[in-house]
């Protein structure tokens, strides 16, 4: 019987864990999970990010150097654009980039919910896995900052503040808008309740398994489900792996420490955490919170070393299940 596997993912490091994942148990069932937190329209269209990440890097369509877009991009709609003096310049879509979105956009306007958009999709990339939006409903995340022009503070897009001010001023919140009223989208909590094993990859804890998590219902699920749910940090000495997750966990009142990160989520929602082998110090840390820890190399350098995390995530699991 096939190991039906639910992954909660966000952009990059969720879809770099995912390849390693699907190389470490080629048979697997495997879920997705997809944020869509980071979702944004731009040029009347609307962008998936998280979901497009995934969906480039297991079909073979990735930038790999960058992690995000596609791979053989050229920009001449953007340039185009910006001729016409229609931004916003600071987020780059590329030609092929363009066309993903054009489609999803159509498919939307033509009444297809956005899992049945991204099961189209997948149709093209083949991934080898189910990728599910955490919910068809409409979510962003935004981020309550300083005004630059002071006047007290005001609220950006996520993308936003992440692509065009590289979070450089602090998030005094982060906020999934739309989240409470959001409903999963088909299948999530099916897949959560049929799981054998739930993982949390090295993801954004706050703005990407976070605001999936912020579904209402999802957490619930997860928390409840008969599986082991098993993390793995995003923080290796004290530092973000990728990113500028310290930013926004500052923000939540955590710091960025691995066993930080492991009592955020809580002995309530996971069972097992995995920290790097240079944070043995956390193992004692966590396990005292109640929740099953072990220290392995953690740095996704290929897919080989990536497929070795992702088999230490399943074998932890199956400790805890024993």
């Given amino acids: 019987m096939q190991q039906r596997i639910v992954v909660l993912a966000g952009g990059i490091g969720g879809a770099r864990f995912l390849r390693g994942l699907k190389s470490a148990v080629p ?16 040029f009347g269209l609307k962008v998936c ?45 590329g030609d092929r980039d363009f066309a993903t979105h054009i489609v999803r956009t159509q498919m939307l306007g033509a009444g297809y919910p956005l899992s049945a958009v991204t099961e ?15 919910s068809d409903d409409r979510v962003e995340t935004h981020v309550l900052i300083d005004d630059p022009d002071g006047e007290g503070r005001k609220a950006v897009h996520f993308q936003e503040y992440w692509v065009r001010l590289h979070a450089a001023t602090p998030a005094h919140a982060i906020v999934p808008v739309g989240a409470e009223e959001a409903k999963p989208a088909p299948g999530v909590l099916e897949a959560i309740a049929a799981a054998d094993v739930i993982l949390f990859p090295p993801s954004n804890p706050v703005v990407s398994v976070g605001t ?50 492991a009592r955020h989520y809580g002995s309530g929602l996971i069972d097992g955490w995995l920290v790097d082998t240079v944070d043995a110090d956390a193992v004692a840390e966590v396990e005292s919170a109640g929740i099953r820890c072990r220290s392995v190399p953690l740095m996704m350098t290929d897919v080989e070393a990536t497929a070795r995390m992702a088999a230490q995530a399943l074998a932890l699991a199956e400790e805890v299940r024993a």
Wanted: proline letters at 6%; one cysteine or more; glycine letters at 14%.
């Fill in 212 to 261: 999936i998590l912020a579904v209402p219902g999802v957490r619930e699920a997860v928390a409840s489900a008969a599986a082991p749910v098993v993390g793995l940090s995003p923080i290796v000495g004290n530092a973000p792996v990728r990113g500028m997750a310290d930013k926004v966990l500052e923000a939540v009142g955590v710091e960025s420490t691995a066993a930080a990160v």
């Fill in 120 to 134: 189209a999709l997948c149709r093209r990339w083949q991934p080898g896995v189910r990728l599910l939006p955490m």
């Fill in 49 to 93: 990010p998280d979901l497009d990440t995934v969906m480039y890097t297991l079909g073979g369509g990735i930038h790999e150097e960058q992690g995000w877009g596609r791979a053989g991009e050229s920009f001449a709609v953007k340039e185009e654009l910006a001729a016409y003096g229609v931004g916003p310049e600071w987020f780059g879509l």
């Fill in 27 to 42: 048979d697997a069932d495997i879920t997705v999970i997809g944020n869509t937190g980071d979702d944004i329209h731009l």
